[in-house]
């Protein structure tokens, strides 16, 4: 009898799931990512996840690559490859563009991590572009950075502040 209501139960959220009554993203993801320029959802597929911290980063919004040595060395290295110094500075200081290590940012979200992913991964109404995969050249899908590469960006810019973005 248990196990008949199991499979009813399973049958059901797999019904609503098709017919989009229910996100199973919604169901593995605690945080829920959005624009920084309107706070619309981003549509970042789950299979962008696709590395423990890039799941754990989904479910909690805390990037465990903060104070990574290894993860700091490949963020600043895509840091400098996407020329984000050109406008941010060599560390996040500030240079054209705001500083990204200070207590006072221009957008107060990039407190967190979450907030900051946010930002780069789909732009500001300021100026940026998005960086994120696909949205970087929106003709070219193999363009941008990849969730678990941004995270290590973040990790880099983090390395140069007091803020971690985990607090």
């Known amino acids: 009898m248990v196990g008949n ?16 009554l229910v996100s199973v993203n919604a169901i593995a993801a605690d945080i829920a990512l959005v624009s920084t320029q309107d706070g619309s959802p981003l549509n970042i597929k789950p299979e962008a996840f ?7 980063f989904l479910a909690t919004g805390k990037n465990k690559y903060v104070g990574n040595e290894e993860a700091i060395k490949a963020g600043k290295k895509k840091y400098n490859l996407y020329s984000c110094n050109a406008c941010h500075g060599g560390h996040g200081e500030g240079a054209i563009a705001p500083g990204l290590t200070g207590a006072t940012m221009k957008y107060a ?7 900051m992913f946010e930002t780069i991964w789909h732009g500001t109404n300021g100026g940026m572009g998005a960086k ?20 290590k960006v973040v990790a880099f810019i983090r390395s140069h502040s007091t803020i971690t973005g985990n607090e």
Do not use: C, H, I, R
Request: hydrophobic share 40%.
């Open 109 to 115: 979200k990039n407190l967190t991590n979450k907030g």
């Open 50 to 56: 696709d590395t423990p911290v890039a799941k754990e």
């Open 132 to 151: 994120g995969l696909g949205l970087m050249v929106p003709d070219d899908p193999t363009e941008g950075l990849k969730v678990d590469d941004l995270l």
């Open 5 to 20: 209501k199991t499979l009813k139960s399973a049958w059901f959220v797999s019904l609503f799931a098709l017919t989009g």
